[in-house]
């Protein structure tokens, strides 16, 4: 039997609040540090970031004399990424920054600036499980602000069951509700659609369903539901650009939205204002001599300014808009298994454990040891340096959370 690889936590990007992040020195982290949260001794299995504040969903914590598990730093093996929220009654709910506490019995949680959101073992057997929808700073106690019990439902899930998947919420176990931040808190879905993974972004939605397609729903202003407009859907719609394409992964950034296929192709889409998309943009240029600016549309739809002062004289265009799914090759032909939005930024993990990120770095949550921006896919050299491969990442709007473990020994 092969032997288990330890893995851990590592945080970078803002902490302006106290959250768990790295070594929680200043306001923020450049490079990949190991996780310190509350709690020593707790095998986390997922990490929700919101701005001021993250929660840390746990496994159920050793009976009295058994040998505890390690430190948040040395997390070991199954990594969360192969491995479901707990099950049952068992694991809790740790805060760390703006909004501190622990709850016991839980079995997940979802945190925004509006609303922590935590699913809870019903109270007796064949109960199901309780949906709690609690202020952040109410540090878990007293009543929940609302609170509702949902069905549970075997889940339509792909090859490997819950391996593509970090976590269900904001979809609810049923597969056919989703929670809001924002009143009526439950979101009812169409049976139809079949859902698999829901993301939410600043304003807008994204569902994957069981047959690997993608819809988008909510604001459209800045490109990001993908259908070639900057128009609103009330209502899911099927991304026609990708049809004939199995995806495996969704994710949505404040305004944009990537998702990966099962062949382990990126496809972007939405606002490129920070370089999110990968794409060129005027925020992230080197040449600051900007004397003049024209706008205008490329013939799929995407926004394109062009700006004086190319090397030959010629405008130099880049891309603040991007309406529809581009393809977008990481470097060296690496293929891609999962992804992770923040509100300006995009992380990737390649099927060889590689990280990849870009886009708004301003507190150092691309872990480049800078505040650079990038429009370009870089790679993290921290985890190749330290031999370790990336299982999974989890970005908040403005730091990044990674699970990584030993590489094998050849």
């Given at each position: 039997?092969?032997?288990?690889?330890?893995?851990?936590?590592?945080?970078?990007?803002?902490?302006?609040?106290?959250?768990?992040?790295?070594?929680?020195?200043?306001?923020?982290?450049?490079?990949?540090?190991?996780?310190?949260?509350?709690?020593?001794?707790?095998?986390?299995?997922?990490?929700?970031?919101?701005?001021?504040?993250?929660?840390?969903?746990?496994?159920?914590?050793?009976?009295?004399?058994?040998?505890?598990?390690?430190?948040?730093?040395?997390?070991?093996?199954?990594?969360?990424?192969?491995?479901?929220?707990?099950?049952?009654?068992?694991?809790?709910?740790?805060?760390?920054?703006?909004?501190?506490?622990?709850?016991?019995?839980?079995?997940?949680?979802?945190?925004?600036?509006?609303?922590?959101?935590?699913?809870?073992?019903?109270?007796?057997?064949?109960?199901?499980?309780?949906?709690?929808?609690?202020?952040?700073?109410?540090?878990?106690?007293?009543?929940?602000?609302?609170?509702?019990?949902?069905?549970?439902?075997?889940?339509?899930?792909?090859?490997?069951?819950?391996?593509?998947?970090?976590?269900?919420?904001?979809?609810?176990?049923?597969?056919?509700?989703?929670?809001?931040?924002?009143?009526?808190?439950?979101?009812?879905?169409?049976?139809?659609?079949?859902?698999?993974?829901?993301?939410?972004?600043?304003?807008?939605?994204?569902?994957?369903?069981?047959?690997?397609?993608?819809?988008?729903?909510?604001?459209?202003?800045?490109?990001?539901?993908?259908?070639?407009?900057?128009?609103?859907?009330?209502?899911?719609?099927?991304?026609?650009?990708?049809?004939?394409?199995?995806?495996?992964?969704?994710?949505?950034?404040?305004?944009?939205?990537?998702?990966?296929?099962?062949?382990?192709?990126?496809?972007?889409?939405?606002?490129?204002?920070?370089?999110?998309?990968?794409?060129?943009?005027?925020?992230?240029?080197?040449?600051?001599?900007?004397?003049?600016?024209?706008?205008?549309?490329?013939?799929?739809?995407?926004?394109?300014k062009r700006v004086a002062g190319g090397g030959d004289g010629a405008p130099t265009p880049f891309i603040a808009v991007q309406p529809f799914p581009a393809l977008l090759d990481l470097p060296l032909g690496s293929?891609?298994?999962?992804?992770?939005?923040?509100?300006?930024?995009?992380?990737?993990?390649?099927?060889?454990?590689e990280l990849y990120t870009w886009g708004w770095g301003k507190y150092g949550q691309l872990g480049h040891k800078d505040t650079t921006s990038l429009d370009r896919p870089c790679r993290v050299k921290y985890f190749?340096?330290?031999?370790?491969?990336?299982?999974?990442?989890?970005?908040?709007?403005?730091?990044?959370?990674?699970?990584?473990?030993?590489?094998?020994?050849?």
């Amino acid at each position: 039997m092969a032997e288990e690889r330890r893995g851990a936590w590592f945080g970078f990007g803002f902490c302006g609040f106290g959250q768990a992040l790295g070594s929680g020195r200043g306001r923020q982290v450049h490079s990949p540090e190991p996780l310190r949260a509350p709690g020593a001794g707790l095998d986390v299995c997922r990490v929700s970031a919101s701005w001021s504040y993250t929660a840390f969903v746990t496994r159920e914590r050793p009976p009295s004399g058994a040998i505890p598990t390690p430190a948040l730093g040395a997390c070991p093996a199954p990594s969360p990424a192969s491995s479901p929220p707990p099950a049952g009654g068992g694991g809790q709910v740790e805060l760390s920054g703006f909004a501190v506490g622990a709850v016991g019995g839980c079995r997940d949680a979802w945190a925004s600036e509006e609303l922590l959101v935590v699913l809870r073992a019903g109270p007796g057997p064949g109960a199901g499980t309780e949906l709690q929808a609690w202020a952040p700073g109410s540090a878990l106690r007293g009543e929940p602000l609302w609170a509702q019990t949902v069905p549970e439902a075997e889940r339509e899930d792909g090859p490997g069951g819950d391996e593509t998947q970090a976590g269900p919420l904001p979809l609810l176990p049923c597969a056919r509700a989703y929670v809001s931040p924002r009143p009526p808190f439950y979101q009812p879905l169409a049976p139809t659609l079949r859902a698999r993974r829901l993301e939410l972004g600043a304003e807008h939605a994204l569902l994957l369903d069981a047959a690997g397609q993608v819809f988008s729903w909510g604001g459209g202003r800045h490109g990001q539901l993908g259908h070639g407009t900057l128009e609103a859907e009330p209502e899911p719609r099927l991304l026609q650009a990708l049809q004939g394409l199995t995806m495996a992964e969704v994710a949505a950034g404040g305004w944009h939205s990537v998702c990966v296929s099962e062949a382990g192709d990126i496809y972007i889409w939405g606002w490129n204002e920070s370089g999110q998309l990968a794409l060129p943009t005027k925020s992230v240029a080197e040449d600051g001599k900007t004397t003049s600016e024209a706008s205008g549309l490329n013939e799929d739809g995407s926004e394109v300014k062009r700006v004086a002062g190319g090397g030959d004289g010629a405008p130099t265009p880049f891309i603040a808009v991007q309406p529809f799914p581009a393809l977008l090759d990481l470097p060296l032909g690496s293929d891609a298994v999962k992804a992770s939005c923040g509100s300006r930024h995009t992380a990737v993990v390649t099927r060889t454990g590689e990280l990849y990120t870009w886009g708004w770095g301003k507190y150092g949550q691309l872990g480049h040891k800078d505040t650079t921006s990038l429009d370009r896919p870089c790679r993290v050299k921290y985890f190749v340096d330290k031999q370790l491969q990336v299982r999974t990442v989890s970005c908040g709007p403005w730091n990044t959370y990674v699970y990584a473990v030993e590489k094998e020994k050849s």
